[in-house]
C-alpha cells in the first residue's frame, strides 16, 4: 500500500565474483577489474547488454587516486549502454547497500526506473603512500621547469622521508583497528570465545552447503578461474578452531582468525527497479525493498565501534511498525562474530534498550535458525564495499524461493555507523513493512 505517487522498489537479483582471501587468486587484479566482470555477469544474466539503466551507484573502500571514477569506469567497461551513468560513493562497508537504498528512495518517487548498486574491494592492491614531506617534493619536482629546480626539490632528503606509510584499518579518531573495538565490545557483553567459533563454524557449514545444494549457481560467476569463495571450509572443526591464538588481544582476547572475516578481494551487483520496468523487460521479482535506515554511534567516547546496527535497526522497526521477532529472515554481516552475538545481546537487554535505544522493553530475541541462514561474512569473505550488494541478492532470492514473506539486513561499519533494511517478498505479508508507508523512507 504505497503512498499516492510512491512506487514499490523491486530487487531483481544480483550477480558477483566469488570472493577470494586477499593475496590468493585476484592478487593481479584491480577494483576496476573486478566490478567490470560483476557487472558484465549481470548484463549476461539479466539480458542488459546494450541496455541503458538509470543509474549505477557504488565503490570501494581501499582505492587508488585512480579510483576516482570507478563506478563509472566499470560501466563503460561493461555491456551496459554507454549512456548508462556510474556514481561512485562510498560507506565503508555499508556502500553497496547504501547505494542500493539511494536508488530505492530515487525508483519509489519517479525518478528513475532502474538501478544496479555495486561495491568492489581488494586488499591485495591496496595505495601505498608516501611520507607526506617526501610526497611534497614529488610534487614540487613535477612542476619544475628546469633541472636545477628538479634536484633542488629534493635538497635536504633524508632517508625517513622514503618509508611508505602502509595500509591501515584502525579508526583516525581512536587509533584502533576494528578488531580491536570489536575486543572491547566483546568484554563488554560478555561474548564467550566458545559462542563466537560455534557461529563461524555454522557459517562455514551453511555456505559450504549453499553451494551444494545449487542455490549459489546463478548468483556467482566465474573470475580469474576461481568459480566458487576460497574462504568457505566445508571441512572445518571446531577443535582446530579452538587452537587458535587471539589476534587483537593476545592475552585475555576471544577474537580469533577463524572467527573474524579474512581480508578479501571481490565485487557483487544487485538490480533494482520498478514494476513496470521489470515487467517491460519481462525480468521476474524476487522481492521488495521497502524501507531503510542509517545510524551512527559515539564510539569516539566509548559506545562499540560495530554497535550502530542495533540503532539502525531499533529506529527501523519503529518506523515500520513491526517486532523484531516479524522477519522469517535475519542477515547480520558477520564483520566478527562477537559483533553479531553483542547485536543480538544488546536487542534483549532491558537496559540497552530502555537507556541506549529509548523503548520501554528488550527488542526480544530472534529464532537463530532464521539467522544468515546461507551462511555470511565469516565464510564467505568480506570484501567491505561488496558485502551489502552480496547479502540483498542472497535475501530476494530467499524470499522468491522460500516460504519466507519478510526479510531484515543488518550491516555494521567503520566510523561507528550501521545500515538496516527490510525486504519483502512478492506474496505480501498480512501486515506490510512500514503500514502504509513504502521506499520513499530509505
Known sequence: MAKAGMRRVAVLGGVRIPFCRSHTAYAELSNLDMLTAALHGLADRFALHGAHIDEVVGGAVVTHAKDWNLAREAVIGSPLAPTTPGITMMQACGTSLQGGLGLAAKIATGQIDSGIAMGSDTTSDAPIVFQRKFAQR????????????????????????????????????????????????????????????????????????????????????????????????????????????????????????????????????????????????????????????????????????????????????????????????YEIHEAFAAQVLATLKAWESEAYCCDRLGRKAPLGAIDRSRLNVKGSSIAFGHPFAATGARILAVLAKLLHSGSGRRGLISVCTAGGMGVAAILEGTQAPGKRAGGNKEMGAA
Open 138 to 329: 614529488l610534487v614540487q619536482a613535477s612542476r619544475a621547469k628546469s633541472l636545477g629546480q628538479r634536484l633542488g626539490a629534493f635538497k635536504g632528503l633524508m632517508p625517513g622521508e622514503l618509508a611508505p606509510l602502509p595500509p591501515s584499518t584502525s579508526e583516525p579518531r581512536t587509533g584502533l583497528g576494528m578488531g580491536e573495538h570489536c575486543e572491547l565490545m566483546a568484554k563488554e557483553w560478555g561474548i564467550t570465545r566458545e559462542d563466537q567459533d560455534l557461529l563461524a563454524y555454522e557459517s562455514h557449514k551453511k555456505a559450504a552447503a549453499a553451494y551444494d545444494e545449487g542455490f549459489m549457481d546463478d548468483l556467482v560467476i566465474p573470475c580469474a578461474g576461481v568459480f566458487r569463495d576460497n574462504n568457505v571450509r566445508e571441512d572445518i572443526s571446531l577443535e582446530k578452531m579452538a587452537e587458535l591464538k587471539p589476534v587483537f588481544d593476545k592475552i585475555n582476547g576471544t577474537i580469533t582468525a577463524a572467527n573474524s572475516t579474512p581480508l578479501t578481494d571481490g565485487a557483487a551487483t544487485v538490480l533494482l527497479a520498478s514494476e513496470e520496468w521489470a515487467e517491460k523487460r519481462q525480468i521476474p521479482i524476487q522481492a521488495y525493498l521497502t524501507l531503510g535506515r542509517t545510524s551512527a554511534v559515539d564510539f569516539v567516547q566509548g559506545e562499540g565501534l560495530l554497535m550502530a546496527p542495533t540503532v539502525a535497526v531499533s529506529d527501523l522497526l519503529k518506523q515500520a511498525g513491526l517486532a523484531l521477532q516479524d522477519f522469517d529472515y
